[in-house]
T-cell receptor, first 116, second 116 residues
């Protein structure tokens, strides 16, 4: 157990639907990152939140959105789902990425999304 | 923009063989470098990391990596692999500037299969 909790572990849904993935960061970590892992694209950075505010955006589609709540858990919302959205979605957390010091990401076990 | 290249998509070795996985990054400034491992069905785990100092970094499970700044490389090595090292290995980099750090950018991964 890495300390980063993601739910659900597996999700099967139909095209056009909307799903919400949840992530609870490791205790003490203020920043949450979302990554999408697919066979052809590898690990793609989607978005980062720090202490409730969006900090950085990567290759996140407009159909996707995220937020980080006051208790620091984060949700990734995926809407108008397409077959190509099937992937493993990872959440990671870190303490404070803005400080130039030794740090690293701790990853959760991921949510496997299958769109049928 | 930063990018990370992992030269080998799939490496197959017999137990006790030596391992070297290549990783090159493109970024002209100061970077932090990481290797993560993902065992089948599990989350990414940190193997080792480089921030500064000795360019030869030792990690868990007998892995080490050498940062060669002139070659923009951070190759992963292990003198003698075991069947239990079968996993996917990801190189990652993030840029550092002033007191800040950018997001982790991952390579596409190298799948290692170790034959017993």
């Amino acid at each position: 157990d890495s300390g980063v909790t993601q739910t659900p572990k597996h999700l099967i849904t139909a095209t056009g639907q909307r799903v919400t993935l949840r992530c609870s960061p490791r205790s003490g970590d203020l920043s949450v990152y979302w990554y999408q892992q697919s066979l052809d694209q590898g690990l793609q950075f989607l978005i980062q939140y720090y202490n409730g505010e969006e900090r950085a955006k990567g290759n996140i589609l407009e159909r996707f959105s995220a937020q980080q709540f006051p208790d620091l858990h984060s949700e990734l919302n995926l809407s108008s789902l397409e077959l190509g959205d099937s992937a493993l979605y990872f959440c990671a957390s870190s303490v404070d990425p803005s400080r130039d010091r030794d740090y690293g990401y701790t990853f959760g076990s991921g949510t496997r999304l299958t769109v049928v | 923009a930063q990018s990370v290249s992992q030269h080998n998509h799939h490496v197959i070795l017999s137990e006790a063989a030596s391992l070297e996985l290549g990783c090159n990054y493109s970024y002209g400034g100061t970077v932090n470098l990481f290797w993560y491992v993902q065992y089948p069905g599990q989350h990414l785990q940190l193997l080792l990391k480089y921030f500064s100092g000795d360019p030869l970094v030792k990690g868990i499970k007998g892995f080490e990596a050498e940062f060669i700044k002139s070659k923009f490389s951070f190759n992963l090595r292990k003198p003698s692999v075991q069947w239990s090292d079968t996993a996917e290995y990801f190189c990652a980099v993030n840029a550092r500037w002033g007191g800040s750090q950018g997001n982790l950018i991952f390579g596409k991964g190298t799948k290692l299969s170790v034959k017993p």
